[in-house]
């Protein structure tokens, strides 16, 4: 059982897999019990590879803007404190147009030809720090999502695909990232969620910071924080796991 402090503890969450089911939203009873439970004895934060607004989505709107201390969108390359953007870095401006755009139409070309079982829409997601390159296309349903995450667990796609941009752009700064069912994260490297410990160790006096994800293995996007010296890594396989790490962590029935 923690002995510090609210402003001496800080928890860092994963969303997708960790604070809900994968692309769901947060349950009820997980909500109220991190809110009501877990909030007045830690300073909470998220941190996780999708924009706002997919946070928006998986966990019952803006009001996460007054819940959680920090809100770390795309791996923390935007900051959020106490509700407020303080500070977004900027993948276009870090790896030039040129290098992008060589990129860009590289993946588009693969993608063209590479042959699913079902192909959608939304292949590729430009966001402030990362790209995201989803495969079957992110406009799929849920069934046609958990298809694909079956298909690809077999023939390896994302895996592959990884592979052969590392060799192409063996020569640029990048990292690749499989996180969720159906997508991979590219981005510079560093630009992993360790990105969101240069805010929260900066001016702070935390003494103990714990990290809670779902995708800790290599090549997962939770692996560098999880194995990070700053934090405690707690590997988690559903948001009844997370309730179950906090309850310990805190002697709560």
């Known amino acids: 059982m923690s002995s510090l402090n ?8 994963d969303v997708d897999g960790t604070l809900t089911q994968p692309r769901s939203t947060v349950e009820p009873e997980f909500e109220d019990f991190l809110y009501n439970e877990v909030k007045p004895r830690a300073t909470i934060g998220i941190v996780g590879g999708s924009d706002l607004e997919k946070m928006f989505e998986q966990l019952n709107g803006r009001k996460i803007l007054e819940h959680f201390d920090y809100i770390f969108p795309e791996n923390g ?9 303080v500070g977004k870095a900027s993948i276009q401006d870090h790896l030039g147009e040129a290098t992008l755009q060589r990129f860009i139409n590289y993946v588009l070309r693969y993608l063209s030809e590479l042959e699913l079982p079902i192909k959608r829409g939304t292949f590729l997601e430009f966001r402030n720090g990362m790209m995201n390159i989803c495969p ?5 349903t849920r069934e046609e999502r958990n298809l694909f995450n079956a298909y690809d667990n077999e023939h390896h796609v994302r895996e592959k695909m990884i592979a052969a941009l590392k060799k192409e752009f063996h020569d640029v700064d990048l990292t690749y990232s499989i996180g969720g069912q159906i997508s991979f994260d590219v981005f510079p490297k560093g630009w992993d969620k360790t990105y969101s410990l240069r805010h929260v160790t900066k001016g702070t006096n935390y003494k103990e910071i714990h990290f809670f994800g ?15 010296p700053r934090t405690i890594g707690h590997k988690v396989a559903s948001p009844h796991d997370t309730m179950r790490f906090l309850k310990e962590l805190f002697g709560l029935n």
Do not use: A, S, W, Y
């Open 6 to 13: 609210r402003d001496e503890i800080l928890l860092l969450f």
């Open 77 to 85: 390359l935007v900051q959020i404190e106490k509700g407020v953007e």
């Open 136 to 140: 079957i296309g992110r406009q799929c």
């Open 214 to 228: 779902d995708k800790t293995e290599p090549g997962g996007n939770d692996h560098e924080i999880f194995n990070d």
